[in-house]
Each structure stands twice: as structure tokens, then as C-alpha cells.
Nanobody
């Protein structure tokens, strides 16, 4: 079994910050890529940011400069620091892991709500 446990979501005013965490456990073999996706109501799930085991990052272009992804390989944890939040950032944020066998795992999602 594989578990991805997300935390850190919540309600914040526009301009505020949140830090999401996702801890992976179970039978995950070498997490090649860890990342965050989000899905707003009525919209498709989209990539927010991803980071390889070696630290190479990839961001959705419009989020660069406001969001920062990082990971702690020793703790099998990935983080998403979100600053200057906007109402349009409101969504369910999902943790994503791709393991050494290219199998993709998803967390259960954490709600982020930004009020104007």
C-alpha cells in the first residue's frame, strides 16, 4: 500500500500565504518526481509544480514567483509554499508522486480557499 498524506490547506485572505505538505509512505520505490496539481470547480486538474529527486523543478508558468516547490528526500515529503495568494488559486490541491516504475500515486486532496 502507498499513502500520500497532505496537510496545510485552509482558508486564507487574498495576499496571504499557505504551505502545503505531502508525506509519502508505504511501498513506494524511489520517488522520481513529486508534485502538486490542483482542480478548481468546473475545471480540469492542472499541474502546479513538480520536482525531481535531484531537485529540478517545473512550474505552471503563471505561478512562477509566487509558488515554490521543495522536497526532503530523507522524509519522503514534498512541500508547496504559496505566497501572494489570489482568489483564483482556490482549488483542491493534490499531491502526486511518480515512482521508479513510472507508476503514479495521488493524495486525497486538500482544499485551499482564498477569500477576496
Amino acid at each position: 500500500q502507498v499513502q500520500l498524506v497532505e496537510s496545510g490547506g485552509g482558508l486564507v485572505q487574498a495576499g496571504g500565504s499557505l504551505r502545503l505538505s505531502c508525506a509519502a509512505s508505504g511501498r513506494i520505490f524511489s520517488m522520481k518526481v513529486m508534485g502538486w496539481y490542483r482542480q478548481a470547480p468546473g475545471k480540469e486538474r492542472e499541474l502546479v509544480a513538480a520536482i525531481t529527486r535531484g531537485g529540478i523543478t517545473n512550474y505552471e508558468n503563471s505561478l512562477k514567483g509566487r509558488f515554490t516547490i521543495s522536497r526532503d528526500n530523507a522524509k519522503n515529503t514534498v512541500y508547496l509554499q504559496m505566497n501572494s495568494l489570489k482568489p483564483e488559486d482556490t482549488a483542491v490541491y493534490y499531491c502526486n508522486v511518480v515512482d521508479a516504475y513510472s507508476i503514479t500515486w495521488w493524495g486525497q486532496g486538500t482544499q485551499v480557499t482564498v477569500s477576496s
